[in-house]
RNA sequence: GCCUCUUUAGCUCAGUUGGUUAGAGCGUCGGACUGUUAAUCCGCAGGUCCUUGGUUCGAGCCCAAGAAGGGGCGCCA
């Protein structure tokens, strides 16, 4: 007989037919009711058991945490909380739990604790939840690009460029760190190492992104992003995901709309395809909400929050006036900012960008044309001398979920601001070669799935939207 | 990397001005009950008060160093 799931069999209309199903444990009550669950969905379903015809040390072994296998009939529910239950006729138990010593209880735990047992946190309601969005999210990304005509480039994990300039990157070598070979100089012997030549683990697919958009127009990416930078907040992972799109034939503001519009119709999926997942969600936070005080309150529930990102148009300023705003705002005038807003060229600290986007402008803002001298070396130089066509999109909460510019594609531009900022122009012949043969205007941007996930999921550490998360001093299981 | 807070039972947490034998809820275990919804009721067990050192007649409580964890900042997605 074949196993039926949960999510299947409590959308199925009882009628005394015979099921199987199989699932762990979530509570037993009165010796008779068993809540089970398969991870299908966030709901459970219920067996109920007639204790008195099964042997004592059958039943005993049913506790919470254990996996069973139950055959029986489904029929309508006696008890209000549910539509239908399954009438037990045979079970048997695949895994046993020791109650003595599992760690999950019925009843709510710490996200940290949870975090310390990770590989058990998948069968909370929490983390199932969140790990069914995220697969929504993952997958209503390729929907939308493959709609769209983007192809899904898979670019290296493994680069032996270190010319990115987007952080601290992982070493990757086959030597033994024990024994490694120096030449004379005392300086590392790459020749020695499996690639021939010093190798990292990618911090951004964006320059191949580029090489494949010279070609096949519409590409992006979406792997495995690995940075070492000694990042501790909650926003920050040593290994992480991001989505890369690079179009070609577009600038800065065709970039913006593939953004915005990129983001909503993944929000709008998950709106429509997770309702079961982020209703338990917003219930978690509102009750979380409710032993804060007033002030740290959220003005808006998730799901208004989504929705409020659906149904407004992202506010898109120009860094310079951002700055104006900032200047003339009344935490800057009465000094209540930790860092105050100075001079045009200096970059924005997160408590300038919180402000504008929760206070100022109360929803998602697009920032753009920011000051060359903060921004990378490929982003395209504006007219005016002073600024690039930079943008980046801020979340209420979360600050920065999207970096992307227009890129420059002229050759005589690139190579000198490439001096200008000592990145090594030979080693990037090929980067500089597209400029070279067919160039054209072209933009992308990186979004920080994670963090996306964040905004979606309403958590508030992003070691809590990943399932193994990696960050300093931290890679268990 | 910097700042800050926390660390007491399996989990979540109380613990007064430094004073005898360190508590609660939940969970476990034993028992009762059996159409429950984190079932309910009764009972038992369970502690290196993070570690080390110091102050004191006396430290869970005060001081110092260290460890682990949370939050904020920086770097960024």
New binding site residues.
Partial sequence: MKRIRVIEIIQTEPKNQNVLVKGWV????????I?LNDGSTIN?I?L?I??ENFPEDQI?RI??GSCIAAQGEL?P??????KS?V?VVQFEILGDA??????L????????????IAHLRFRTNTFGSIFRIRHHVAFAIHRFFHERGFYYLHSPVITASDAE????MFHVTSLDLSRIPFNDQKEVEYKKDFFGRPANLT??G?LEAELAAMALSQVYTFGP?F?A??????????E???IEPEVAFNDIFDNMDLAEDMLKYVIGKVMTECTDDLKFLLDREEEEQKSKPQQERNEMNLLQRLQFCLDHQFERVSYTDAIEILRNSNPNKKGKF??AVESWGT????????YLVEKHYKKPVILFNYPKD?K?FYMRQNDDGKTVAAM??LFPG???????SQREERYDRLASRMKEMHIPTEEMYWYLDTRRFGSCPHAG???????LMLFITGM?????VIPFPR????AEF
């Fill in positions: 979530r509570s037993f009550r009165s010796n008779r009711f809540a459970n219920q109920v007639d204790f005993r506790t919470v029929i529910s006696q008890g209000s909380g549910q239950e009438r020791d109650p003595g010593i599992y760690p209880q019925p009843k709510k735990h710490s996200l940290e604790f949870l975090r310390e300039g987007a952080g601290e911090v951004s964006q992003t940075r930078e000694n990042s501790n907040t909650t926003r920050h992972l040593a992480f995901w991001m930790q860092y970059d924005l600290q997160s408590e300038h960008e919180r903060i990378a980046d999109i979360i600050g920065e979920i999207v970096g992307g941007f990186g979004l920080g799935f994670e963090r508030g550490n992003i070691r809590d960050y300093p001093g931290y």
